[in-house]
């Protein structure tokens, strides 16, 4: 159809499609937030809220404190492996200077070193002996944090335990909120669709169609991406017996529609080209015959045969001869595009009365 449009007309179409797609731009973000604001009707519950209060609350202070107390140990543990590692370095180094001096005297064989020995020795062992009580705390550490961990291990294991006694009523309550919510979304969106039907199958074509358009996009997007991946699942049944449902419908409807077409096709195929000719439009019968098709039946035509004056389906004429000049011509042409000359819609049968 945009071959027969002027070029302005193309372009204020364009324009128009434009505005058509951020209104529905605009909608879809004003839905989505809508949507997404849906849940915040009903309190989201977890699986604590089925718990026994008396049983959870010992529990959770338990995992609580028991957290908080590895924490402050783990801090502990580290300062300590700090001083076991720095005390450890003094006895490895001092270490290799006693061994080195122990070398050397050995090779000098003085006696005046004698006292300096013990000095040294002594001097090693207290360092050995810092080592060991820094070892020592350090073991006290780990094994304060090891009885926090497993006392927190023992409160999870506690918590894991009331949980799973919850859990099936748990389970059917985050269900059916989620079939509240799926219903709320649905009796937002499913209206719209709705009337976003009604619009195309009246106002598509009115004077304010951009935003006719711009709520039919709003719509199947609000339907089909806010609300179908929200459909409860129930283990997949639910969802793949929707989709069978409306496949069924759509295809159905399309059966019956394409039953219609055609029999519309052949009561306007039985009826005079006269009458088959006022009810087409022009921009129509133009955008048709671009396309190589019949403008009546919509069946393909070699419209490039010059013997080919008249549809060999349906009988409709697609050419004839201009009554100023005679030049073949398109029969749907309001002018001859040799003289100029305006065509009627006669000229057609008068050629045929020839």
Not at 127 to 153: T, V, W
Not at 182 to 202: D, E, I, N, Q, S
Request: with cysteine; charged share 25%.
């Amino acid at each position: 159809m945009s071959k027969s449009l002027r070029l302005s007309e193309k372009w204020f179409r364009r324009g128009l499609w434009a505005v058509a797609v951020v209104f529905a731009w605009f909608l879809i973000g004003l839905g989505a937030t809508v949507v997404g604001d849906l849940p915040q009707v009903e309190k989201v519950q977890t699986i604590e809220d089925f718990i026994d209060p008396a049983a959870l609350q010992p529990v959770q202070n338990a995992i609580r404190d028991s957290e908080a107390k590895a924490r402050e140990l783990g801090d502990v543990l580290e300062q300590l492996q700090l001083q076991h590692s720095a005390a450890k370095a003094d006895t490895d180094s001092e270490r290799e200077k006693f061994t080195a001096w122990i070398a050397t005297r050995q090779a000098t064989a003085k006696p005046d070193q004698d006292q300096e020995l013990i000095t040294r020795t002594q001097h090693l062992d207290s360092l050995q002996a810092l080592e060991r009580s820094a070892l020592g705390r350090l073991e006290e550490q780990r094994k304060l944090l090891l009885d926090a961990q497993q006392a927190n291990q023992r409160a999870q294991f506690r918590l894991t335990e009331l949980q799973q006694g919850v859990q099936d009523e748990f389970n059917h309550a985050r269900q059916s909120q989620e079939l509240r919510v799926f219903a709320y979304r649905l009796a937002l969106t499913l209206p719209l669709l709705v009337f976003a039907g009604w619009l195309y199958k009246t106002k598509r074509q009115s004077t304010y169609w951009p935003f006719v358009w711009g709520f039919i996009y709003f719509a199947l997007f609000a339907f089909f991406v806010e609300l179908v991946p929200y459909l409860p699942s129930y283990g997949g049944y639910i969802r793949y017996l929707v989709g069978i449902v409306i496949t069924a419908l759509v295809g159905r409807q399309a059966i019956l529609a394409l039953n219609r077409y055609l029999e519309q096709q052949r009561l306007a195929e039985a009826q005079p080209e006269t009458k088959r000719r006022e009810v087409l439009e022009y921009d129509t019968a133009l955008a048709r015959l671009a396309k190589g098709i019949c403008p009546g039946c919509e069946r393909a035509v070699d419209l490039k045969d010059t013997s080919i004056d008249f549809c060999p389906h349906c009988g409709i004429g697609l050419h004839d001869r201009c009554g100023h000049c005679h030049t073949r011509k398109s029969t749907f042409a309001k002018y001859c595009h040799t003289c100029g000359t305006g065509a009627s819609l006669t000229t057609a049968d008068q050629r045929l009365s020839a």
